[in-house]
């Protein structure tokens, strides 16, 4: 007899039990229909991941133990039908509560109405963004519980990047391995997870069934790609990526447990990474119910990338681009400008700052008396504009989003309470050098078929220049892009020293100097809007150092 397995591969909301509760049974009733009788859903789908803080607060446990229950009784008419849910420690497996001092990472099995079995959560992740081990204790016992006669056996995403836990499953009896994930995306982390679950299978010689999260929550994105795996380790069955679905895989155990299923196909760094941010963004903006976005569009690529973005999560309609042109914005940038903001169909405002400059620089003219004028006078202007977007946020209620990449996050090359300001960093994780791939990419592909080439070509070819005084470019002050960012990936994202990057070949005058403006602008990358995470390593949760420190290597 062939079971059919189905995967709710779901965007769900933290802190809305309700709500994720009600997609639940409703995946449930949908599978059903569909001949599936067993349903897996993400981990901590009940209250959203992650969901920090909330987690120690015995009324948010208790709201999912009610969601839990919601579920329990949804459920009841369905006949045969298993469901596996994750949530945090709420109803243990005879409906009895949890002290709120001991709180697990539980995943649930339900059968129409009736407590089938539990699992805790053994291998509690602490580092990068992961702080399970704040909220969670660990568990300690197996899980294997039957459908239709085949020995399910369970796992919490972690615990499957170890050999124990798995083994320890099948050597209770499992003849399948079920893996429920809440797993951030990072660019390549698809391939890890792929490979990671194929060393499982081979060692266990266990079919594998992945079911994975999409969507979402504040920095972090998860692209789903939930999968199956045969014993051998061969993918089988894999759900789209960066779209909800109910994902269906058949299971024969006359024929050695094999998995059948549509296979997505995997897509290019580029494309991953784009619809890792336009989901980013998306999800933030609606989440949190801002009714449409501002930037300020200069005229330069990183702008014009995050447009580019906005437009493909949001649609024109939802879009205002403001340029703020200063007595140092060449009239190519805003004539490029206007014209990105006419292809692309969003409102386009100019507003002039040269009014506000000019009465800035009378007001101090008595204190900086006999001073020349430095990067003082720079920041005033990105200060300006930064203030003139926050205004039109604060009346029109939209969300500003900021333009500065990751390159310029790391060395300070932005502006405190100027272009820092605002309420999400798009490209905050987006190396320059990738800023320009993506702005290729997307010239050459319509995903999400808004706007074909939405970014002028001279955008992309132009010499970066932040245009706040005459003749300036990016490369006054930095080395080249390409020498920034690898040094960048290998000091900030890999923790080589600065003598292991010289011993690559690297100027060590230009490893110094990144290496130095990293170290001492800390103090603003703690005052930066909340920015998107996709590379393995983001200035953000996964990067703690502190801002007073006498060290150096």
């Not at 124990?164 to 050597?171: G, N």
């Not at 692209?223 to 990526?241: K, T």
């Not at 997505?264 to 494309?271: G, R």
């Not at 690529?301 to 493909?312: E, G, N, R």
């Amino acid at each position: 007899m062939t079971l059919k397995i189905s995967i709710a591969q779901m965007n769900v909301v933290v802190g809305d039990m309700a709500g994720n509760a009600q997609r639940i049974i409703d995946a449930a009733s949908q599978a059903y229909q569909t001949g599936s009788r067993l349903l897996l859903t993400p981990e901590l789908a009940i209250c959203g991941y992650p969901a920090e803080d909330l987690l120690l607060r015995p009324s948010f446990i208790q709201a999912c133990d009610d969601a839990l229950e919601k579920v329990r009784l949804g459920l009841a008419h369905l006949k045969d039908l298993h469901v596996v849910v994750g949530h945090p420690s709420g109803f243990g497996r005879a409906g009895r509560s949890v002290s709120s001092t001991q709180r697990f990472n539980r995943a649930s099995v339900l059968s129409q109405g009736q407590w089938i079995a539990s699992y805790d959560k053994r291998e509690l992740p602490n580092y990068q963004v992961f702080d399970e081990r704040r909220y969670f204790t660990p568990g300690r016992q197996v899980c294997v519980f039957e459908v239709l006669g085949i020995k399910m056996g369970l796992l919490i995403c972690e615990d499957a990047w170890f050999e124990t836990p798995a083994l320890d499953t099948r050597d209770q009896g499992a003849e399948v391995l079920l893996v429920l994930n809440a797993s951030p995306f990072h660019l390549g982390k698809g391939q890890e997870r792929e490979q990671e679950m194929k060393n499982r299978a081979l060692q266990t010689g266990l079919p594998v069934v992945y079911a994975h999260m999409v969507g979402a929550q504040d920095e972090v994105v998860f692209e789903g790609g939930s999968f199956a795996l045969s014993p051998s380790g061969e993918v089988v069955a894999r759900a789209p990526f960066f779209e909800e679905s109910l994902f269906q895989i058949s299971l024969n155990p006359l024929q050695n447990f094999a998995l059948m299923g549509d296979i997505a196909p995997l897509a290019s760094q580029e494309e991953d990474l784009w619809r890792a941010l336009v989901m980013g963004v998306k999800d933030y903006v609606e989440k949190n119910g801002f009714p449409s976005v501002l930037l300020g569009l200069s005229g330069g690529i990183d702008s014009a990338l995050v447009l580019a973005i906005a437009l493909d999560a949001l649609g024109c309609e939802r879009i205002h681009a403001v340029m703020m042109p200063s007595p140092y914005t060449a009239s190519i940038s805003l004539l490029d400008a206007s014209e990105m903001a006419a292809r692309v169909g969003v409102k386009y405002t100019e507003l002039s700052i040269l009014p506000e400059f000019e009465a800035f620089k009378a007001t101090l003219a008595p204190l900086f008396e006999g001073r020349e004028e430095d990067a003082t006078e720079e920041n005033i202007q990105a200060r300006i504009r930064g203030t003139l977007l926050m205004a039109l946020s604060n009346k029109m209620g939209a969300i500003v989003l900021t333009t500065g990449n990751k390159s310029e996050m790391a060395t300070g090359y932005c502006t405190l309470y100027g272009d820092m300001a605002g309420g999400f960093a798009v490209i905050k994780d987006v190396a320059k050098t990738m800023v320009f791939r993506l702005a290729r990419w997307r010239n050459q592909h319509n995903p999400f078929n808004t706007v074909s080439n939405p970014i002028p070509e001279r955008i992309i070819t132009r010499p970066p220049s932040a245009e706040l005084r005459a003749d300036q470019t990016d490369q006054d002050s930095l080395p080249p892009y390409d020498v920034l960012d690898a040094i960048l990936a290998m000091y900030m994202e890999e923790d080589f020293s600065a003598q292991d990057i010289i011993d690559q070949g690297y100027a060590k005058e230009q490893v110094d100097l990144v290496t130095r403006l990293i170290r001492i602008n800390e103090y603003k990358r703690r005052q930066a809007p909340i920015g998107l995470r996709v590379t393995h390593r983001s200035f953000g949760k996964d990067w703690r150092y502190p801002i007073t420190s006498k060290f150096r290597a």
